[in-house]
């Protein structure tokens, strides 16, 4: 398991852009996903953007064409670019690593969460 540490939130006008930074205090390349996560006030907290072991990518729709998620085994860490960045993109984004432990099965690490705003 890890510790994970987001960075480059914001505040940012209607169409700007932001890059999020997660760096893990370990070795992710055995992790089975890493993922970003957001929760807007009064809102649950929604998937927005998963990459598996494997390398597979999944976006929630609502982001799709905007986002991108990558990583970087080298440095321990998962990125989120965002562009096109719309007013309901507000909310803390969190970053997640799972991992699949014996016996145990999945363990999920979270980080402090970074702010987002965008302006209209």
């Known amino acids: 398991q890890v510790q994970l540490v987001e960075s480059g939130g914001g505040l940012v006008q209607a169409g700007g852009s932001l890059r999020l930074s997660c760096a893990a205090s370990?070795?992710?390349?055995?992790?089975?996903?890493m993922g970003w996560y957001r929760q807007a006030p009064g809102k649950e907290r929604e998937l927005v953007a998963r990459?598996?072991?494997?390398?597979?990518?999944t976006y929630a729709d609502s982001v799709k064409g905007r986002f991108t998620i990558s990583r970087d085994y080298a440095k321990n860490t998962v990125y989120l670019q965002m562009n096109s960045l719309k007013p309901e993109d507000t909310a803390v984004y969190y970053c997640?690593?799972?991992?699949?432990?014996?016996?145990?099965?999945?363990?999920?690490?979270w980080g402090q969460g970074t702010q987002v705003t965008v302006s209209s």
């Open positions: 990459i598996s072991g494997g390398g597979t990518t």
């Open positions: 997640n690593a799972q991992f699949i432990l014996a016996i145990v099965g999945k363990v999920d690490n």
């Open positions: 370990g070795s992710i390349f055995s992790a089975n996903a």
